[in-house]
């Protein structure tokens, strides 16, 4: 029986999903049944009761080596029924993972280029480990970054640095991708499990609903004036003061004890 191109868990007891891209032969290229059974699987996490916290890894020796570049050789009929058949289940992925509240953490082995350097910009936290490469590299094939990535990259890094990235094939060590803030912690290969658990552990034990809004007020406050973001803010603060979360929060601050979140 052949093994699933993407592999879906979760700790009910965590509230902890992880979805691993499961194509270790070819650095995890994704491909069309990848690309479907990744929507699928987030289908599923949208529906997901008690989800507090969402991590994506590569089997094998790499994170993603982006899309499977081999299948869209042939005529233009085919290469754009291919294009289309890996992008159209990735984006609308993409934006329902978006739109959870659950806080995305990407743990990157080795390659994450092209499409999977996008995905990985998705996360909200990238754990890298200190032989991971960060590659955007569609210069090379003559098209344009896909899977969000000419959105997450300026997003991450600034504007010019992602223009260089992206004009010059430029290739980011995990240290180089920490200096500019693409990368939140880079460990060492013994230490990388431990260290991407206790980011999660830590994530997944916060307000997850009040995460939830931090995304969107960041994602959203580029294209607004001050003066609406300041009033989407206002509305924000006032709908997480009705969560339980909010209630244990302030408890736990007049208590001086360590607040215990439930993610509601």
Not at 122 to 133: H, K, L, V, Y
Not at 142 to 168: N, Q, S, Y
Request: net charge negative.
């Amino acid at each position: 029986m052949m093994e699933s191109p993407l592999i879906s868990t979760f700790d009910e007891q965590a509230g902890v999903a992880t979805l691993t891209f499961n194509r270790p032969d070819v650095l995890n290229a994704i491909d069309t049944a990848m690309a479907e059974a990744f929507l699928e699987a987030v289908k599923d996490l949208k529906e997901q009761p008690g989800l507090r916290c969402i991590v994506m890894t590569g089997a094998g020796r790499a994170f993603m080596a982006g899309g499977d570049v081999a299948s869209m050789a042939g005529t233009q009929e085919h290469t754009q029924a291919v294009i289309n058949s890996l992008l159209v289940p990735l984006n609308e992925a993409i934006l329902l993972l978006r739109s959870m509240d659950a806080p995305i953490i990407a743990g990157v082995k080795g390659a994450a280029a092209g499409a999977g350097l996008s995905l990985a910009l998705m996360a909200d936290i990238i754990i890298a480990e200190e032989n991971a490469r960060f590659l955007i590299g569609y210069n090379g094939i003559g098209t344009v970054p896909d899977c969000g990535g000419t959105w997450f990259l300026p997003h991450k890094i600034g504007t010019a640095r992602a223009t260089e990235m992206m004009l010059l094939g430029r290739q980011l060590t995990a240290t180089e991708a920490e200096q500019l803030g693409l990368v939140t912690e880079v460990s060492p290969e013994e230490t990388f499990d431990e260290v991407l658990a206790a980011t999660v552990n830590q994530v997944s034990n916060g307000p997850t609903r009040a995460f939830g809004a931090f995304r969107r007020l960041v994602d959203d406050a580029s294209g607004r004036s001050l003066e609406i973001h300041l009033e989407a803010e206002r509305q924000a603060f006032l709908t997480a003061s009705e969560t339980a979360d909010f209630a244990e929060g302030v408890s736990a601050f007049l208590a001086k004890r360590p607040a215990a979140f439930s993610g509601q």
